[in-house]
């Protein structure tokens, strides 16, 4: 995948199978309760010419994470997994040294803005299953909402050597057009050395009721482009565009737009960028990250 002729890869993406696993987050989006498989996505990674993609996990279950294993094993086009183990469990590290037997597993994330105490990312047993991660290499992926941001960098300090990056730019209420304390909050975990942060998620916190009504997809991705800028301008100036990362979040973007319109409106977003800030935005820096070729 070199800079002069590079696809993409798309950083977050989900599958899931309704009758496979519950998945009680779905309450309220009645549009997200079918299946969604690899079948179901490869057109649209094509129709935009991007050639991989990372699974990320939807259900709190080992037995999720290896099925996403499982798939990833079966498809060229999956570059890996980033699953789910129970950080709190005694025996975490033999789970993920089990589960990293398997090359496609990448890292491990945690539904963590679900959790009741908003410092649960702190608690002790959680912060051992994070030290395990970085010992083996393994990543992690921060669901964060931004009243989490706040507890970011004592994390970071406690666990210096764990590979993190922030998903969906910690979904800001851009349906409000909200900044702070959001923007502060971000600006210092941005200043965590090796941090990354995930430009992807943001349509669907954005008011997109509205979005239907415009037909062309040209059309509305500039629409949406121009709703974004604002956050995408400051993630860029706090991260600099060689620590962001995009994803679609399908299917779970399509309750807003279809996947075209999410990955145009994701770069009108940032404005011009020179072809080596594309390569960087849209395969360059996953490869990094994720260690996927």
Not at 126 to 134: P, Q, S
């Amino acid at each position: 995948m070199q800079i002069n002729n590079f696809t993409g890869i798309d950083s977050h993406q989900h599958f899931w199978e309704i009758g496979r696993f519950s998945y009680p987050w779905m309450s309220g989006v009645p549009e997200l309760k079918r299946d969604f498989l690899p079948q179901d996505l490869k057109p649209n990674l094509e129709s935009c010419g991007i050639s991989k993609s990372i699974i990320v996990q939807a259900h709190t279950s080992i037995e999720e994470t290896l099925w996403l294993l499982e798939i990833a094993d079966q498809y060229d086009f999956i570059a890996g997994v980033v699953g789910w183990v129970d950080l709190e469990a005694d025996d975490v590290e033999q789970t993920i040294e089990n589960l990293s037997s398997n090359s496609k597993l990448l890292g491990i994330r945690h539904l963590v803005h679900d959790e009741i105490d908003d410092d649960w990312i702190l608690r002790p047993k959680v912060v051992r299953g994070l030290k395990i991660l970085g010992s083996l290499g393994l990543t992690y992926d921060l669901l964060l909402k931004p009243r989490h941001l706040k507890f970011i960098p004592e994390l970071m300090s406690l666990v210096p050597d764990l590979k993190a990056v922030v998903d969906h730019i910690s979904k800001p209420n851009i349906s409000k057009q909200e900044i702070e304390p959001w923007q502060s909050d971000l600006a210092e975990v941005a200043k965590i050395d090796g941090m990354y942060c995930k430009f992807s998620g943001m349509v669907t916190e954005a008011d997109f009721s509205n979005w239907s009504d415009l037909q062309n997809q040209s059309g509305l991705a500039d629409v949406i482009a121009h709703h974004l800028a604002p956050y995408a301008e400051i993630v860029k100036s706090l991260f600099g565009i060689d620590r962001l990362i995009w994803g679609s979040d399908w299917p779970v973007c399509t309750i807003a737009v279809p996947y075209e319109v999410v990955y145009a409106a994701a770069l009108k977003s940032l404005g011009d960028l020179q072809k080596q800030e594309k390569y960087l935005l849209m395969a360059g820096n996953a490869m990094k990250f994720y260690q996927v070729h």
